[in-house]
């Protein structure tokens, strides 16, 4: 393993060759390994690049130095450092790792990168380790944006377009390359206004997006287009007009949906009221044919009623006490053969100036010979 190029393309040498070693070993290989490197240079570099941004930047706050040296240290870019300096060639991996292409792999580039930063500091110091951070950094901080605040290339592209209102770019992956777990994509970016298209490569879906937005930004004119009455027409995207239609579909469906419903519940209200008309209805009906037969009825009750009224509205002509009052005239005498013929009853006994029965006589049976 060629490690004084290493240390070459680092811009440092080391006093202790183990820290190097050790910093370059995947826990994969063998012990120790660099995770407890991978720890102190994090901080390392997030020291370094706040320095830097410091120095650099002297009007921006800390709002927007925060967010640049977090676009600074992400993996993305460490990957990036690490892929300028060759440094798969001087990882030492387990056989499991080789086979599977962990070389190329971005985090495990940008571990190592780390690791080499806190290896660095331990050998020679803060301040050694800072000006190799300044020197693997120095390309990209010339390409670094203020204005942008650390924004990656997809979200910069589409605050471009938005702002000039263009429809989004739409990404393809065109073509994959190397074992499944060692892809390498291909993805194209189309923006059809601008009459862009390009194509970005990377070792995961995102960082070909993130390349292929970064080539599309450099290609976009500064300039918005100029509008015309028929450009006025399309600036709303295709999208967001695909957006608005389905929307508008559904609500449509969902009140289609709703009246449909509302129709189901209120057919059996509406049969019940027919039914409670048509039982008015029959009511009626009866209540016509029952009306010549309830009008006798009632001329009969009258009818009947009219004497009785008379009688009580008629005062009458003479009272019992009147009658009793007047004299009896005398009744015609019977002839004397019908006195003689019927005897006059034996007056009752006066006993003690009271009425006393008669003796009752028993007249013998018939057929009897007394």
């Not at 320095?51 to 993305?76: A, I, P």
């Not at 500064?222 to 295709?238: F, H, L, Q, S």
């Not at 005062?315 to 009147?322: I, R």
Request: contains cysteine; aromatic residues 4%; proline residues 6%.
């Amino acid at each position: 393993m060629d490690l004084p190029g290493l240390e070459t393309r680092l811009g440092y040498k080391f006093s202790a060759i183990k820290l190097l070693q050790q910093a370059l070993t995947h826990r994969s290989h063998s012990a120790p390994h660099n995770e407890r490197l991978e720890f102190l240079g994090d901080s390392v570099l997030n020291c370094a690049i706040a320095h830097l941004l410091f120095e650099r930047y002297t009007k921006l706050d800390e709002g927007d130095l925060s967010r640049l040296r977090s676009n600074l240290v992400k993996q993305q870019t460490l990957y990036e450092v690490a892929q300028r300096i060759e440094l798969a060639q001087y990882l030492r991996l387990g056989e499991g790792e080789l086979k599977s292409g962990g070389f190329r792999r971005p985090s495990i580039l940008a571990d190592t990168m780390e690791a080499l930063f806190g290896a660095i500091f331990l050998d020679g110091g803060f301040e050694r380790a800072r000006l190799t951070i300044a020197k693997l950094y120095h390309p990209i901080m010339e390409t670094v944006d203020p204005q942008t605040l650390g924004k990656d290339a997809k979200t910069l592209l589409q605050e471009y377009l938005q702002g000039r209102k263009i429809a989004l770019p739409t990404y393809n992956v065109v073509a994959t390359h190397g074992a499944a777990h060692n892809q390498e994509f291909e993805v194209e970016c189309l923006i059809p206004k601008l009459e862009i298209r390009v194509t970005g490569a990377g070792a995961s879906r995102r960082a070909a997006e993130q390349a292929a937005a970064k080539k599309a930004l450099e290609l976009a004119p500064k300039e918005a287009p100029k509008k015309t009455k028929r450009a006025r027409k399309d600036t709303v995207p295709e999208a967001v007009k695909e957006a608005r239609e389905a929307q508008a579909k559904e609500v449509k469906e969902s009140k289609e949906a709703k009246d449909r419903e509302a129709a189901r519940e209120e057919e059996p209200r509406e049969e019940g009221r027919r039914v409670r008309l048509e039982l008015v209805k029959d009511q009626a009906r009866e209540a016509e044919r029952d009306a010549p037969r309830e009008s006798a009825k009632e001329g009969v009750k009258e009818a009947a009623k009219e004497p009785v009224k008379e009688a009580r509205e008629t005062p009458a002509k003479e009272s019992p006490k009147e009658a009793v009052r007047e004299p009896k005239e005398p009744k015609e005498t019977a002839p004397a053969a019908d006195a003689a013929a019927e005897p006059a009853a034996p007056a009752p006994a006066l006993a003690n100036g009271a009425a006393t029965p008669a003796p009752t006589v028993k007249l013998p049976a018939k057929g009897s010979s007394r």
